[in-house]
C-alpha cells in the first residue's frame, strides 16, 4: 500500500516536472535567457505559506523569471526529492521553506554540492544554506510578552498556548516568551500546554482552563493566531474576555479582523510579502552571482487596534 | 468456588467500561474540586460532543463489519461547503445546513457505493477517499480558512439553550435517533446480521448492499453534522480542520465495545467511549499535565479498556 | 489381564457445577481400535481433552504404560505417546509437510550442527518425513506447502506427525468428515497398518458403519456417565443406538403419508460450467425428492443455483408453471423457495444474535410497522416456532452460538419456515446433529410434507435418503444418472449410479 503512494507520488512528481520543463523550453526560446527558480514550501495548507508564496509568485513575474513552486506536504523527505529533482532540472537557484530543522538540512547539503544557491524561507535548517531570508521567531515572542507585560504593569497570572511540540518555530517563541518572563518576576506563569497550532484545540484548551483558573487568568499568549482565536472564543462563551488579554503571533487576516474589532488584543505581524519578495530577490541575486545579504531578517511588527488599519487590505 | 469468581469476573467484564468511567469520575471528583461543577461538565459535553457524532456513525460501519477512515476528510468538506454558504446576509440558515449535510450525505453514499460495487475492502476505499475528501476541501476553500460567518449560524456551535449548550443539545437528539435506528428499525437489525455473518444475512434474503449503503451515507450525514458543529464552534470553515478525528470516533467506538469484527456494538457504549476520551483529556488540562504524558495516558486507556471488555467476552 | 496400555479409573471433571465427566472408567488395550460414542454432549471431547493434557480432572486416576498421568500438560503427554488428530486440523498452511511434522521439535531434529549454532536444517527432517511417509504408504513430497494438499492428505500428514512423535495411543476425533469415500479407504488402511504396529487408537465417529467396520471395542458414554463397554461384535446398530440414547428407537424414519399435489418447482436443463449440466426434474407439493451422491456430485451446487447463491450458466426454473430468474436469494425466497444450507455455520444463522432475531431475520417484512420492527408480532412468531420446531432454549434470547447443533439447525428451519415457502431445500439437514434430534427432524420433514410442502432433500446418508424420500435424483459427477421410485431405489442401486 505505501510503496504504491509513494510510487504515486514519483509519477506525479515526474510528470509535474515533466510539464514544468516543456514550459521552461517554450518560454526559454522566446525570452532568451531567462532564470529558473525552483521553490519548495512546507504546507500550501497554511495561510501564511501560502501568502509567502504568492508574494514570491508576484516577484518572480515582476524580475522576468520563472518560478516552479511544489508543496512539500509537510513532509521532510519529499521535500529533500524535490530538491533533488529541481537540481536534476537544473535550475539556477532553489527557496525552500523548510519542513524541519534536522530532517530538511540534507536538502540544502545537496544543493550546495549541485553548486545551486539555495535560500532557506521563514524558517531554518541546521546545515548552513546560501542565504536565510525571515524573521527571528524568537522576537516576534519577545514583542508579543512585552506588550503583554506593558499592559498588566508588570505584575499578573500568565496562560501560554504552544504550538507543535518540538518544531522550530514552537521552541523559539517559547524561548523568547520565557526571556521576558524572566525579566519581569512580578508575571506568573500559570499553566502551558499544547494548542497544536489549531483552532479548536485552542478553544478546547482555554475552556478547561477558564474551569481551573477562572478569575484568575489575566492573559494568554498563544504561539499562532489560530489558537489565539479559539482562546478568544472560549473567553467571550465563557463572558470574561473583557478581563483577559490575548495576544498572539502571525497576523492572519481573521486575526487583524478581530484585532480591528477588538476581540482579540494584539497579534504580532510577520510580514509573508515582505519575506517571499526578498527570497526570489536574493535568489536571482545570488543566481546571477551578485552581491546579496547572507542573512536578510524582516523585522516584525506588534499590531494593536491603533495601527492595523496599516495591515488590513 | 471457582465457578463464582468466574461468574463475578465475567459481569465486571461486560460492564467493565462502565465502571472504569464511574470510577474515574469519582477519583477525578476528588481530586479536583473543579471538575465536578456544573459548568465544567457542560464544557466537557461539549467538546465532546463533534466526537461523539462521528462515533456514533463509525459505529454503525463497524458493527456491519466495515470500517470508515474518511471521517475527518469529511468533517472538512462539510465544514468548508456549509461555511461558504453561511456568510451573513447572503442566505437563509437552512441552505448552509442542507448544503453541509447535502455534501456528507453523497459522500457517504459514494463511500457506501464504491464498497458494494467493487468488493474492494472498506479500509482501502475509504483511504482513498480520506485523501479525497481532503482534496476538495482545500479545492473547495481555495486552500483558505473561510471565515466571515453568520451569527445564527456561529449559535449551532456557541449558543445556549435554556443554559444548556446548543451541541449538547444535538449531541443528544443524535444519541437518542441513532439508538433508535440501531434497536428498534429493521435496518438495525439487518446491520446486525450483515456484520454479523455476511454470507448468511445474504441467504437470509437481506440485500447486503443496501445495508451498507445506508450505513456509510449515514455515517456521511453525522460526519457533516460533526462539521457543521465544528465549523459554527470555531467559526471559520477550515479545510485541514478534523484530521486525526477518524482515529479518536473509532477509539471511542472501540473503546465503547464495539468489536471490530462487527455483529456487536451499541450506542450507549459509542457514547459512554467518547465521553471516557473527553473526560480524560478535559482532565489532564484541569490537572496541567503535559501533553506528552497525556498522549501515553490516552493509549493506556484504550488499550486497557479493550482488554477489560475481552474479560467478559471470552466465554 | 489383558495388555492395557491406557487405564482410566473413576475420572471426574465439572464446568462452573455441572458434571461433564461423571465416574468414567475406561481400558485400552495394546494394538486395538477403541471407537468412543455418544451424543453430543455426552462428554467425548472432555474426556479427551484430558487425556492429552488440555483439561486437569477433578477426581480419577490416568494410568498410561503402567505410570501415573498426573498433572501432564499437552507436551508431556505428547512426549509420553499419545497424540490426538483434531477434527479441525491444526496445520500452518505456509509451511512444508515436513515443517509441520517437526513443528515445535525443531531443536531435537532440525538444526545444524556447525559453526552458527541454531540453523535450520530442513534437508534432514525432509529425509526423515520422506521416511515415515513412506511407511505410511504415502504418497506426498515432504517439501511441498500444506496448503497445496486435500483435506485427507493433511490427515495423514497428522497421522505422520503422530508416528514421528512415536505415539503410542492416536485419537482420531471425527476423521472423516471431511474426507471423500476412497480416501476413507486409505485411511482404513493406514488405520490396520498401525494396528499391526502395536499402536492402539481412539476412534471417534457419529458414522455408525464406520464404526462397525473399523473398531474392536465400543465403548459408550451418554450425559457424561459411562454407559458400557463392548466388541463391536456383539453390537449391531440398534442395539448401539439404544446403548446411545437410552432407549430402543424402533424406527428411525417416520412413516409418511403425504398426498402429492400439484407440481411446484420444475427445473430444465441446469448448467453451471465445471460444476454440473443437463439437470432435470420436478418436486410436487407434499413430495420429497432426495438427490443422492458422492461428494463432489454437484448437489449442493444445484441447490445453491436454485437458490440463488451462484449464477447458472443455462436452463430454466418454473414456479408452479411459471418461468422465474432467480439470480439472488432474496428472489428465491420471494418465489417461495427456502434453503436450509449443508454449511451452518457459514450460511445458516448469525451467531452473535438472538434465537429470535435469527428465526425471524427472513421475514421481517411481516414485522414492520413503517421502517419500525413490530416487537410482538416478532415474539408471537418466535414463540410458536420455539413450539412447534421444539428448539431447546433458556428463551428466544438465547444466542445462538451457544446452542447445541440440533437447536441451531432448527433455528435455521425455523427461520426458512417463517418465510413461507413453498419449496424448501434441505441440504444434509442432521448433519452434526445428534441420534435424538435426528428423529425429531425427519419426524418435522414428514409433518411439513404433510402439511402440502415440496421438499428436495440432500444427503451423503443412504439410509436417510432411502427412508425419506418419494423420489431419488442420483447424481455422479455433475451428470444426472438416474431418476429413482421409492419402490425401485436400494442402496446398490443408488451407488451403481453415484459411481459411474
Same mark, same amino acid.
Not at chain 2, 88 to 97: E, G, M, Q, W
Not at chain 2, 233 to 248: K, S, W, Y
Not at chain 3, 443 to 465: D, Q, V, Y
Given at each position: 500500500m505505501k510503496t504504491n503512494l509513494i510510487f504515486a507520488a514519483l509519477i506525479a512528481t515526474v510528470l509535474f516536472s515533466g510539464c514544468n520543463q516543456s514550459q521552461d523550453g517554450s518560454s526559454g526560446e522566446s525570452s532568451g535567457e531567462k532564470l529558473v527558480i525552483g521553490a519548495t514550501m512546507l504546507s500550501m495548507q497554511n495561510e501564511f505559506i501560502v501568502n509567502v508564496s504568492d508574494e514570491m509568485e508576484a516577484k518572480a513575474k515582476e524580475l522576468g523569471v520563472e518560478l516552479i513552486t511544489v508543496d512539500a506536504e509537510r513532509s521532510a523527505l519529499k521535500q529533500v526529492e524535490q530538491v533533488e529533482s529541481f537540481i536534476a532540472q537544473g535550475?539556477?537557484?532553489?527557496?525552500?521553506?523548510?519542513?524541519?530543522?534536522?530532517?530538511?538540512?540534507?536538502?540544502?547539503?545537496?544543493?550546495?554540492?549541485?553548486?545551486?544557491?539555495?535560500?532557506?524561507?521563514?524558517?531554518?535548517?541546521? %546545515?548552513?544554506?546560501?542565504?536565510?531570508v525571515g524573521s527571528d521567531d524568537t522576537e516576534s515572542a519577545r514583542i508579543a510578552m512585552r506588550y503583554l507585560a506593558k499592559k498588566l504593569g508588570g505584575k499578573g497570572n500568565i496562560l501560554m498556548m504552544h504550538g507543535f511540540m518540538g518544531q522550530a518555530a514552537q521552541l523559539k517563541r517559547d524561548n523568547?516568551?520565557?526571556?521576558?518572563?524572566?525579566?519581569?518576576?512580578?508575571?506568573?506563569?500559570?499553566?502551558?500546554?499544547?494548542?497544536?497550532?489549531?483552532?479548536?484545540?485552542?478553544?478546547?484548551?482555554?475552556?478547561?482552563?477558564?474551569?481551573?483558573?477562572?478569575?484568575?487568568?489575566?492573559?494568554i499568549f498563544a504561539h499562532n493566531d489560530e489558537?489565539?482565536?479559539?482562546? *478568544?472564543? %472560549?473567553?467571550? %462563551?465563557?463572558?470574561?474576555?473583557?478581563? *483577559?488579554?490575548?495576544?498572539? *503571533?502571525?497576523?492572519?487576516?481573521?486575526?487583524?479582523?478581530?484585532?480591528?474589532?477588538?476581540?482579540?488584543?494584539?497579534?504580532?505581524?510577520?510580514?509573508?510579502?515582505?519575506?517571499?519578495?526578498?527570497?526570489?530577490?536574493?535568489?536571482?541575486?545570488?543566481?546571477?552571482?551578485?552581491?546579496f545579504e547572507k542573512e536578510a531578517l524582516i523585522p516584525f511588527q506588534l499590531v494593536t487596534k491603533e495601527n492595523v488599519g496599516e495591515f488590513l487590505k | 468456588m471457582l465457578s463464582t469468581q468466574n461468574f463475578r469476573f465475567t459481569k465486571v467484564g461486560q460492564y467493565g467500561i462502565y465502571l472504569a468511567f464511574l470510577i474515574l469520575c469519582v477519583v477525578?471528583?476528588?481530586?479536583?474540586?473543579?471538575?465536578?461543577?456544573?459548568?465544567?461538565?457542560?464544557?466537557?459535553?461539549?467538546?465532546?460532543?463533534?466526537?461523539?457524532?462521528?462515533?456514533?456513525?463509525?459505529?454503525?460501519?463497524?458493527?456491519?463489519?466495515?470500517?470508515?477512515?474518511?471521517?475527518?476528510?469529511?468533517?472538512?468538506?462539510?465544514?468548508?461547503?456549509?461555511?461558504?454558504?453561511?456568510?451573513?446576509?447572503?442566505?437563509?440558515?437552512?441552505?448552509?445546513?442542507?448544503?453541509?449535510?447535502?455534501?456528507?450525505l453523497l459522500f457517504g453514499a459514494f463511500n457506501g457505493l464504491v464498497i458494494t460495487k467493487s468488493k474492494v475492502p472498506p479500509f482501502i476505499v475509504t483511504l482513498g477517499t480520506m485523501t479525497i475528501g481532503r482534496g476538495l476541501a482545500l479545492i473547495i476553500s481555495k486552500g483558505r480558512p473561510v471565515s466571515n460567518l453568520s451569527d445564527t449560524f456561529n449559535f449551532i456551535g456557541g449558543g445556549n439553550v435554556f443554559g444548556i449548550p446548543f451541541p449538547i443539545i444535538i449531541l443528544i437528539v443524535a444519541f437518542i435517533v441513532c439508538t433508535v435506528i440501531l434497536n428498534k428499525t429493521v435496518l438495525g437489525r439487518y446491520m446486525y446480521a450483515v456484520g454479523g455473518n455476511e454470507s448468511a444475512a445474504r441467504a437470509s434474503g437481506i440485500r447486503v448492499g443496501n445495508v451498507k449503503m445506508w450505513v456509510y451515507t449515514i455515517c456521511g450525514i453525522l460526519s457533516a453534522m460533526g462539521g457543521i458543529l465544528l465549523t459554527?464552534?470555531?467559526?471559520?470553515?477550515?479545510?485541514?480542520?478534523?484530521?486525526?478525528?477518524?482515529?479518536?470516533?473509532?477509539?471511542?467506538?472501540?473503546?465503547g465495545g464495539t468489536s471490530t469484527s462487527g455483529g456487536t456494538g451499541t450506542m450507549t457504549g459509542t457514547l459512554i467511549g467518547a465521553l471516557l476520551i473527553g473526560v480524560i483529556s478535559n482532565s489532564l488540562d484541569l490537572l496541567n499535565v503535559t501533553s506528552y504524558y497525556q498522549q501515553v495516558v490516552m493509549g493506556v486507556i484504550i488499550i486497557g479498556a479493550v482488554v477489560l471488555d475481552g474479560f467478559g467476552k471470552k466465554d | 489381564m489383558p495388555d492395557f496400555i491406557l487405564t482410566v479409573n473413576q475420572l471426574s471433571k465439572s464446568f462452573s457445577g455441572i458434571k461433564a465427566l461423571d465416574n468414567i472408567s475406561f481400558n485400552l488395550r495394546r494394538g486395538e481400535v477403541h471407537a468412543l460414542m455418544g451424543e453430543n454432549g455426552a462428554g467425548k471431547s472432555t474426556f479427551m481433552k484430558i487425556l492429552i493434557g488440555l483439561l486437569t480432572p477433578d477426581s480419577g486416576e490416568i494410568v498410561f504404560e503402567g505410570k501415573n498421568l498426573h498433572d501432564s500438560n499437552v507436551g508431556d503427554t505428547l512426549k509420553k505417546g499419545i497424540s490426538m488428530i483434531h477434527q479441525e486440523i491444526l496445520i500452518v498452511p505456509e509451511l512444508t509437510v515436513a515443517q509441520n511434522i517437526f513443528l515445535g521439535r525443531e531443536k531435537a531434529f532440525g538444526v545444524k550442527r556447525g559453526w552458527i549454532p541454531g540453523l535450520l536444517d530442513d534437508s534432514a527432517i525432509n529425509e526423515k518425513s520422506a521416511q515415515i511417509l513412506q511407511q505410511l504408504g504415502v504418497d506426498i513430497s515432504p517439501d511441498i506447502k500444506m496448503k497445496h494438499l486435500s483435506v485427507a492428505q493433511m490427515q495423514m500428514v497428522e497421522i505422520a506427525k503422530a508416528i514421528s512423535n512415536e505415539a503410542k495411543v492416536i485419537i482420531m476425533d471425527e476423521p472423516t468428515s471431511a474426507i471423500s469415500d476412497k480416501e476413507v479407504e486409505m485411511l482404513f488402511k493406514m488405520i490396520r497398518d498401525l494396528k499391526s504396529k502395536g499402536v492402539s487408537i481412539i476412534y471417534i465417529s457419529h458414522k455408525m458403519d464406520e464404526i462397525f467396520r473399523i473398531s474392536d471395542t465400543i465403548t459408550v458414554l451418554r450425559d457424561g456417565k459411562y454407559i458400557g463397554t463392548k466388541s463391536a461384535e456383539e453390537l449391531d446398530h440398534n442395539s448401539l443406538i439404544a446403548m446411545m440414547v437410552g432407549r430402543e428407537i424402533g424406527q428411525m424414519f417416520p412413516e409418511g403419508n403425504a398426498s402429492i399435489g400439484e407440481e411446484v418447482l420444475s427445473v430444465e436443463n441446469l448448467g453451471k460450467k465445471g460444476k454440473f449440466a443437463n439437470i432435470s426434474f420436478k418436486v410436487h407439493a407434499g413430495e420429497i425428492v432426495g438427490l443422492a451422491g458422492l461428494m463432489g456430485a454437484g448437489r449442493t451446487e444445484i441447490a445453491r443455483a436454485i437458490f440463488g447463491l451462484d449464477k447458472m450458466d443455462e436452463g430454466m426454473i418454473r414456479i408452479s408453471g411459471e418461468t422465474v430468474q432467480i439470480d439472488s436469494p432474496l428472489k428465491a425466497l420471494k418465489n417461495g423457495i427456502g434453503y436450509v444450507s449443508e454449511d451452518r455455520k457459514g450460511l445458516g444463522f448469525i451467531p452473535r444474535m438472538s434465537v429470535k432475531n435469527n428465526v425471524t431475520l427472513s421475514s421481517m417484512k411481516r414485522h414492520q410497522k413503517g421502517i419500525f420492527i413490530n416487537t410482538k408480532s416478532e415474539e408471537a412468531d418466535t414463540a410458536q416456532m420455539i413450539a412447534d420446531l421444539r428448539i431447546k432454549t433458556s428463551g428466544m434470547d438465547q444466542k445462538v452460538s451457544t446452542l447445541s447443533g440440533g437447536n441451531q439447525q432448527k433455528v435455521v428451519i425455523g427461520k426458512v419456515l417463517l418465510a413461507a415457502p413453498q419449496l424448501i431445500i434441505l441440504?444434509?439437514?442432521?448433519?452434526?446433529?445428534? /441420534?435424538?434430534?435426528?428423529?425429531?427432524?425427519?419426524?418435522?420433514?414428514?409433518?411439513?410434507?404433510?402439511?402440502?410442502?415440496?421438499?428436495?432433500?440432500?444427503?451423503?446418508?443412504?439410509?436417510?435418503?432411502?427412508?425419506?424420500?418419494?423420489?431419488? /435424483?442420483?447424481?455422479?459427477?455433475?451428470?444426472?444418472?438416474a431418476t429413482l421410485s421409492r419402490q425401485e431405489a436400494t442402496q446398490e442401486l443408488i451407488m451403481r449410479n453415484a459411481v459411474v
Open positions: 535550475v539556477d537557484a532553489i527557496i525552500m521553506n523548510p519542513c524541519e530543522v534536522e530532517a530538511s538540512s540534507p536538502a540544502v547539503k545537496l544543493a550546495m554540492n549541485a553548486n545551486i544557491p539555495i535560500i532557506n524561507v521563514n524558517s531554518e535548517t541546521s %546545515a548552513k544554506p546560501t542565504a536565510f523568547g516568551a520565557k526571556e521576558i518572563l524572566k525579566a519581569n518576576p512580578g508575571l506568573k506563569l500559570l499553566a502551558e500546554q499544547t494548542g497544536e497550532w489549531d483552532r479548536a484545540k485552542g478553544m478546547s484548551l482555554t475552556e478547561n482552563w477558564i474551569q481551573s483558573y477562572g478569575s484568575q487568568i489575566n492573559a489558537m489565539g482565536m479559539g482562546a *478568544v472564543k %472560549a473567553l467571550e %462563551a465563557a463572558g470574561i474576555k473583557n478581563k *483577559v488579554i490575548v495576544v498572539s *503571533v502571525d497576523a492572519i487576516p481573521d486575526a487583524l479582523q478581530a484585532v480591528k474589532k477588538g476581540t482579540l488584543d494584539a497579534t504580532v505581524f510577520q510580514n509573508a510579502r515582505e519575506q517571499g519578495s526578498k527570497a526570489i530577490e536574493t535568489a536571482v541575486k545570488a543566481a546571477k552571482k551578485e552581491a | 477525578l471528583a476528588f481530586s479536583t474540586p473543579r471538575f465536578f461543577t456544573v459548568s465544567n461538565l457542560l464544557i466537557i459535553g461539549t467538546q465532546v460532543s463533534i466526537n461523539a457524532l462521528l462515533a456514533f456513525g463509525v459505529t454503525f460501519v463497524i458493527i456491519t463489519g466495515g470500517i470508515d477512515l474518511s471521517l475527518g476528510s469529511m468533517v472538512a468538506v462539510t465544514g468548508v461547503v456549509a461555511a461558504t454558504f453561511a456568510h451573513p446576509d447572503t442566505y437563509p440558515l437552512a441552505v448552509p445546513l442542507l448544503a453541509g449535510i447535502g455534501s456528507g459554527a464552534r470555531i467559526t471559520t470553515g477550515q479545510p485541514n480542520a478534523g484530521a486525526g478525528f477518524e482515529l479518536d470516533a473509532i477509539a471511542a467506538a472501540i473503546i | 441440504d444434509e439437514p442432521t448433519r452434526g446433529v445428534d /441420534v435424538g434430534a435426528k428423529f425429531e427432524i425427519y419426524k418435522l420433514i414428514r409433518n411439513l410434507a404433510e402439511n402440502g410442502m415440496a421438499i428436495i432433500m440432500i444427503s451423503s446418508e443412504l439410509p436417510e435418503i432411502l427412508g425419506m424420500s418419494d423420489r431419488i /435424483v442420483v447424481l455422479s459427477k455433475g451428470r444426472q444418472t
